[in-house]
């Protein structure tokens, strides 16, 4: 049977665990070969062999995408190995909350680092193949947090926010290339980023959610898969929000 994502080639970073993990595997599912990447130390090892124990295409990278030149390495091999890059999913991200009177400027630079710059380290490689091939497509994971801020997440903020503004600059200039950019933002998605909620922060978060439950990374996943799409080749430079309700 033919999948919609035959013959294509994705690279997901911060692919190990949450949002990552899950999109690798429904980006598999649909018929790309998957170059799970992400920190050493991640789990990410594991995603390739359940996909492959799925029957699906599948190889572990390492990539700290705050390294430009490792992450030109990475995406030039994947594109060596798999034959090409046609979906990068800009996943991997950080936060290290602190009201602005006592956030160190490390904290600001570290999480600006991993979750900005790691989109613009990974993003310049992939476009350079993708500009060969003409075809592609670039989704980033912002947030909710980006678009309506959120007290203690200024760097974080920051961040996502950033990635919009990247998203729809990219968007302008590589449509006439036949690739189209866009952003996710989910609200609070069940994974291991917040898991670190307390019960009673958990509580007030559903209080302001319309469908009072938090979501799922395969919430998200869903909506990868159809940006990865043939039937999503007119939308670009679009900010999708994932969030229940939370932010409207
Ligand atoms: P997660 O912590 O499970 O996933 C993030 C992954 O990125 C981890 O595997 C982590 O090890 C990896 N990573 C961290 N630093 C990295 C680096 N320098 N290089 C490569 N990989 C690195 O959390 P998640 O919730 O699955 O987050 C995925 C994305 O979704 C993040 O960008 C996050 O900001 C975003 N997001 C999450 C939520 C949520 O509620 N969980 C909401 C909005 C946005």
Redesign the pocket.
């Known amino acids: 049977m033919t999948k919609v994502l035959d013959g294509k080639v994705a690279l997901v970073?911060?692919a190990?665990?949450?949002?990552?993990a899950a999109c690798a595997r429904a980006l598999a599912g649909a018929g790309a070969a998957v170059a799970c990447?992400?920190?050493p130390t991640?789990p990410y090892q594991q995603v390739v062999d359940s996909i492959v124990a799925a029957g699906g295409k599948a190889i572990g990278v390492p990539?700290?995408?705050?390294d430009p030149q490792q992450a030109q390495e990475v995406v030039d091999r994947v594109a060596a190995e798999l034959g090409g890059l046609h979906i990068l999913l800009n996943?991997?991200?950080?936060?290290d909350d602190q009201l602005i009177i006592r956030m160190k400027p490390e904290s600001w630079r570290k999480v600006l680092g991993?979750?900005l710059d790691?989109v613009f380290n990974v993003t310049q490689p992939a476009v350079k193949v993708m500009m060969k091939q003409r075809t592609g497509c670039i989704i980033s994971?912002?947030?909710?947090?980006g678009l309506m801020g959120n007290a203690g997440q200024s760097n974080?903020a920051a961040s996502?926010a950033g990635i919009i503004g990247f998203t729809k600059s990219l968007a302008r200039e590589l449509g006439s290339r036949n690739i189209t950019v866009n952003a996710i933002a989910?609200?609070?998605?069940q994974?291991?980023?917040?898991d670190r909620l307390t019960e009673e922060q958990r509580k007030a978060l559903l209080a302001g959610i319309a469908i009072p439950r938090l979501g799922t990374?395969e919430d998200i996943a869903n909506v990868v898969l159809f940006l990865a799409s043939p039937a999503a080749s007119y939308i670009s430079g679009e900010v999708i929000n994932v969030s229940g309700g939370l932010y409207m």
């Open positions: 970073t911060g190990g665990t949450g949002i990552g990447t992400s920190l991640d990539l700290n995408v705050t996943n991997a991200g950080i936060t991993v979750n790691g994971i912002s947030s909710v947090v974080y996502k989910p609200g609070y998605i994974t291991p980023m917040t990374p």
